[in-house]
């Protein structure tokens, strides 16, 4: 069955082109984000594995741990990695799982049949440091994934496991917040010392809180 967002992620070991790791163990008490390529020495996932490579000092100010995953050997990644460091202007930094015989592609769902019944989509999974799979994205193989879009919600989803708010639509970290529904006037009163504004009795706007 598909893996949905509040599950657990399974845990798996595999060989990558940074040693062998026992997933959990990898990502420690930090967040992660796993996420899978149709295949080796193609356009856009090379694209995808420079952008975020470069964005490496983005995922560590929010500690989070970055690991790709396709379903070729880890001979061929190397090769691969070669031409990204050349054509991406990065030097790789983080692992990239060998996975030929698909266990983790199967453990993750991240084959599509009626897509593609032997490469992977474009997979996204978010994990907090509960080990729960917190974000869900899945692209086709011909749409290259935004990373912005991917460190946006992560933002999001750090703030809202804090703090009683939600962010609205095409927010960004430092924006104002929503107030959760769940809490009243006078609760809202006490955990937003900056104020808030109320627009309809359910819509609630308070300055991001942890700024
Ligand atoms: C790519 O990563 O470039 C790609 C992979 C499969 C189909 C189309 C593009």
């Not at 995808?48 to 560590?60: I, N």
């Not at 691969?80 to 592609?105: L, Y």
């Not at 927010?171 to 809202?188: K, M």
């Not at 808030?196 to 300055?207: C, E, G, M, N």
Request: hydrophobic letters at 40%.
């Amino acid at each position: 069955m598909a893996l949905r967002l509040g599950d657990l992620a399974p845990n798996f070991t595999a060989e990558t082109t940074e040693g062998k790791i026992d997933f959990h163990q990898w990502l420690g008490d930090g967040w992660g984000v796993l996420f899978s390529h149709p295949a080796d020495y193609t356009p856009v996932c090379t694209t995808e594995l420079g952008m975020a490579a470069r964005l490496k000092d983005e995922f560590t100010r929010r500690n989070v741990k970055v690991l790709a995953i396709s379903v070729d050997p880890l001979d061929s990644h190397r090769g691969w990695i070669s031409d990204i460091n050349e054509t991406q202007g990065c030097t790789m930094n983080f692992p990239i799982i060998a996975d030929p015989d698909k266990k983790v592609a199967s453990l993750y769902d991240m084959i599509h049949p009626n897509a593609d019944d032997k490469a992977t989509v474009r997979s996204v999974f978010v994990i907090g440091p509960d080990k729960k799979i917190k974000l869900t994205i899945t692209y086709p193989a011909s749409t290259g994934r935004n990373f912005a879009e991917i460190l946006r919600v992560i933002d999001s989803l750090q703030l809202t496991a804090k703090h009683k708010v939600a962010t609205p639509v095409n927010w960004q970290d430092g924006q104002d917040c929503i107030v959760v529904p769940a809490l009243s006037d006078e609760e809202a009163t006490k955990l937003f010392p900056k104020g808030f504004k109320k627009i309809k009795p359910y819509l609630r706007v308070t300055p991001q809180p942890n700024r």
